[in-house]
Antibody
Framework: QLQLQESGPGLVKPSETLSLRCTISGDSINSSSYYWGWVRQPPGKGLQWIGTIFYTGSTYYHPSLESRVSISADTSKTQFSLRLISVTAADTAVYYC?????????????WGQGTLVTVSS | SYELTQPPSVSVSPGQTASITCSGNRLGDKYVSWYQQKPGQSPVLVIYQDNRRPSGIPERFSGSNSGNTATLTISGTQALDEADYYCQTWDSRTVVFGGGTKVTVL
C-alpha cells in the first residue's frame, strides 16, 4: 500500500526558505503513469496546487508561485522535495504531498497526511 | 489562467440528493475529479475521469460533465457525507482546483 509522508520544519521565519521532503513507501518516481507533487491549504481555506514533478524530471508549477518554488527528486526516486523561497505569512498552510494519475487529468489518488508550516518571526 | 467555480455551500436533508456544480470554460472537454475533505483530514478522491469511482467509494457518489459544468451527485445523502468537496482538472500543464463547496446535512 502506497504511503506518502511529509517532513520538515513546522516554523519558518519571514523572508526565509521553506523546505519540505516527501518520502514515498510502496512506489517510486519511475513510472510514466504518475506525477508527484505538492498541494497546500491555508487555514480555513481551499486547496491550492503548488507543483508537480514527472519521472523524466520535468516540473510544472502554479503560475503565481513559479518564481519562488522548485520541486526536485532524489536519485533513489523514493523522495522528492519542495523548496519555497522568500516566504511570507501568506505561505502559512498545511502542505500535502500527492500522487497524481496522468491519464485522469492529474487526479490525486494518494495524499500524505499533511504538515502544518507556519511562517512567523 | 483557467478557473473552476463552485458554490460556497449546499444544504441537503438526510436521504435526499445533493448536487454540487463546478463551472469552467468548456469544462466538458476536460476530465474532472472530485474530492471529499472532512475537518482535520486529507482529501479523499471520490470521482475521477468525470464519473469513475475509486475502489471503496460508495455507489451513492456519481459524477457527470458536459458543456461548461461538471456535477457531483450524492444520492441518499447520509450524515457522514457532510464535508467540503472540491473539483479539479488539468489545464495547460497545471492542476486547477475549484474553491470548494461545504455540504451540510440538515
Amino acid at each position: 500500500q502506497l504511503q506518502l509522508q511529509e517532513s520538515g520544519p513546522g516554523l519558518v521565519k519571514p523572508s526565509e526558505t521553506l523546505s519540505l521532503r516527501c518520502t514515498i513507501s510502496g512506489d517510486s518516481i519511475n513510472s510514466s503513469s504518475y506525477y508527484w507533487g505538492w498541494v497546500r491549504q491555508p487555514p480555513g481555506k481551499g486547496l491550492q496546487w503548488i507543483g508537480t514533478i514527472f519521472y523524466t524530471g520535468s516540473t510544472y508549477y502554479h503560475p503565481s508561485l513559479e518564481s519562488r518554488v522548485s520541486i526536485s527528486a532524489d536519485t533513489s526516486k523514493t523522495q522528492f522535495s519542495l523548496r519555497l523561497i522568500s516566504v511570507t505569512a501568506a505561505d502559512t498552510a498545511v502542505y500535502y504531498c500527492s500522487r497524481h494519475m496522468v491519464i485522469a487529468a492529474a487526479a490525486v489518488d494518494f495524499w500524505g497526511q499533511g504538515t502544518l508550516v507556519t511562517v512567523s518571526s | 489562467s483557467y478557473e473552476l467555480t463552485q458554490p460556497p455551500s449546499v444544504s441537503v436533508s438526510p436521504g435526499q440528493t445533493a448536487s454540487i456544480t463546478c463551472s469552467g470554460n468548456r469544462l466538458g472537454d476536460k476530465y474532472v475529479s472530485w474530492y471529499q475533505q472532512k475537518p482535520g483530514q486529507s482529501p479523499v478522491l471520490v470521482i475521477y475521469q468525470d464519473n469513475r469511482r475509486p475502489s471503496g467509494i460508495p455507489e451513492r457518489f456519481s459524477g457527470s460533465n458536459s458543456g461548461n459544468t461538471a456535477t457531483l451527485t450524492i444520492s441518499g445523502t447520509q450524515a457522514l457525507d457532510e464535508a467540503d468537496y472540491y473539483c479539479q482538472t488539468w489545464d495547460s500543464r497545471t492542476v486547477v482546483f475549484g474553491g470548494g463547496t461545504k455540504v451540510t446535512v440538515l
